[in-house]
């Protein structure tokens, strides 16, 4: 999908993170997130298709791998994607 659609992406496995549960009290969750890095074009990000395929790979991926949360950042901007 990034290659496709972005050009390109490179993935850095076994990440060291924590989050917070909310929903277990704010027990906290130690995990090895894979983090995605891409770059692409102010033009390739602001298509309005480009953006739908990217959500629509977000959504699926928290889906399949059973994630509370799949955060993006796009600029400087977080969006967390929780509606799978």
Known sequence: MFG???GGATAYP????????DERGGFLVRDE????HCY???ADIEDEAN???LAAFCRDMGRQTSQGEVGLVIGDEY???RNF
């Open 33 to 36: 997130p894979v983090v995605v």
């Open 51 to 53: 953006l739908a395929a």
């Open 14 to 21: 076994k990440a060291r993170g924590t989050w917070r549960d």
């Open 40 to 42: 692409t074009t102010p």
């Open 4 to 6: 496709t659609i972005f």
């Open 79 to 81: 969006l967390a994607i």
